[in-house]
């Protein structure tokens, strides 16, 4: 029979209501994110995966993207002033592109850092010339 202590089952407390809390903040940013970014722009990134995690000490939501500028992890991380900070991860290394996000400006922010970058002009031609190559491809 195993005994655990009173300092144990408190740890194990604290764990489940850790997992707890960082999935609920994640489950938060998933809805605000979806909710607020054009289903257009959330496809371009090809999203393949949303996960909770904790990420530098703060809850947080995962996602694997496959972007124009960016292939790879977003982190979009709750911090201490109720902002978000957003990262891309780059095999080891990750890079923060913005620790001041308010909740409504998650997908451009994200937009401009894995898709569409700072020059919409250029973005625009990119994607006409896109969906000019796909049409060649449907016509032959």
Not at 26 to 35: D, G, H, N, P, W
Not at 58 to 63: C, D, I, S, T, V
Not at 116 to 135: I, M, N, R, T, V
Request: aromatic residues 8%.
């Amino acid at each position: 029979m195993v005994r655990l202590t009173v300092n144990q089952i408190n740890h194990q407390k604290i764990k489940v209501m850790e997992k707890e809390y960082v999935m609920q903040i994640a489950q938060t940013i998933k809805e605000q994110l979806v909710s607020l970014t054009p289903m257009s722009i959330l496809m371009s990134w090809d999203i393949t995966e949303f996960a909770g995690t904790i990420f530098k000490d703060l809850p947080a939501l995962r996602l694997k993207v496959n972007g124009r500028m960016h292939s790879g992890y977003v982190i979009i991380a709750l911090n201490g002033s109720d902002y978000y900070e957003v990262y891309l991860l780059k095999g080891t290394s990750a890079e923060c592109i913005n620790e001041e996000v308010c909740f409504d400006e998650l997908g451009d922010i994200i937009d401009r850092a894995i898709e569409s970058g700072k020059d919409k002009e250029e973005y625009e031609q990119f994607c006409s010339q896109s969906l000019a190559g796909q049409c060649r491809v449907f016509i032959i």
